[in-house]
Structure formats: structure tokens, C-alpha cells
């Protein structure tokens, strides 16, 4: 499989970097660090600019059997998720939509051109559970759930664009499950025993359910085991 993984400084998207190439894959990865070269791009997605940037890497990069893009925002040095409606601010609210949303919306337009009836192509978005209206019963958090909210719909919508302009292909989001890395960090100390992942446990279980996806899941919100989250 040929596959680019965006986000790929990152905890999760490293691991699957990582465990894609240990099963043979070919692995092209995308970040905002690092030294370019015939298999790596350095942009920042956050940027329009960046999509003619991806555009360019990845027409040398040939035809792509999968994408999976990594990257996310969950808390910062200057704040954390939000416990109240007062806590919550415009500025946050957009970085959360800038980085969790914009992100994913620019390598698909990096990526659109390489998407044919002859070759369909596999999408995984690193979502989040918390981002579902149906499972949201604690409230809080508002700007990243609304932020993975956002792209969950946009995953709906480009499954549905995609699929009639290259029958076959896959676009789903995914909830990779709690992981060990700076990102849960600051919230580990209430996690059930047992419901924290490592980065090898949720990297392996990501890339099984990527390599068996079909046109029936697409659309979708999927666990980290494949099955259906409601949206």
C-alpha cells in the first residue's frame, strides 16, 4: 500500500508511520518539521498556501492507495478544554477550527487531483468520539467538540463528493481511543485502568481497520475497532 500520513510529528500519526512501513507499506509523510525530501514534506496545513505546496509533493509521490491525516488540537500551553460556557473564547474557538478542521480540508485539496474512477483512494481523518452530538451527555469541551463535530460533517461530505467521482473510495473519521501522549496527558489521572492505549496498541488497531475499509463504511464515524459511532 501507498500511503501518505499527514500530522506525522504527532504521537498517533508517527506510530502508524511507523507501523505501516514495519509491514512493508510504502510511507510518504507530510509534517510542519523535519528536512524535505523525496518522501517528506514540510508544511503547515494551517495554511492555504500549503495546499499547492502538498499538491506538488504529492503528484511526485504517484498514485496513493490511502491518506491519514493526523493532525489535531486538544490543548495548548495558553488553554485547556473548557469546563463552562464562560470559559469560552472566539480566539480559542477558531484555533480549534483552524487546526482541527482547515488542516484536513487542505490535503484533501492537496490530495483531490490523484482521486479517479481508476483510482479510488482510502481517507482516515483522526477524529474523536467526543465529537459526536448523540454520545455528547457530560457537556464541556466546547471548542473541540464542536471543532471534530465540524469535521465529522465534512468527512460526510466529501465521502459523498468522492465516491461519485471515484467509485470505491473510503473516506471515514475515526476515534483512535485514548492514547499515551502529550495530547491526554493532563487528563490520564481519570482514565479507567485500562483505557489507556499505547501508541503501538492504537497505531496497529488504526492501520487494521484502514487496510480493511470498504465503500460501506464511508461517510462514517468508526471506532477504533471499526465499528459505528453515531453522528
Known sequence: MRVLIAGSSGAIAEAVAKRMRDE???????????????THCVADLTKPSSVEQVKAFVEKCGPLDAVFCGTGLLHGGWNMPEKSLSQLSMEWLQQNMLVNVQT??????????????????KWVSLSAMVGS?????LGGWYSYRMSKAALNMFIRNLSIEWSRKAPGSVVVAQHPGTTDS?????????????????REQTAGRLVDVMKALTPEQSGRLLHWDGSVIPF
Open 104 to 121: 484536513h480540508i487542505h490535503l484533501a485539496q492537496a490530495v483531490e487531483p490523484l482521486v479517479k474512477r481508476s483510482s479510488p483512494i
Open 133 to 137: 452530538m448523540e454520545d455528547n451527555g
Open 182 to 198: 502529550k495530547l491526554s496527558e493532563p487528563f490520564q489521572a481519570g482514565i479507567a485502568e485500562g483505557k489507556l492505549y499505547t
Open 24 to 38: 512493508g507499506d510504502y510511507v510518504f509523510t507530510l509534517s510542519r518539521a523535519g528536512e524535505p525530501s523525496a
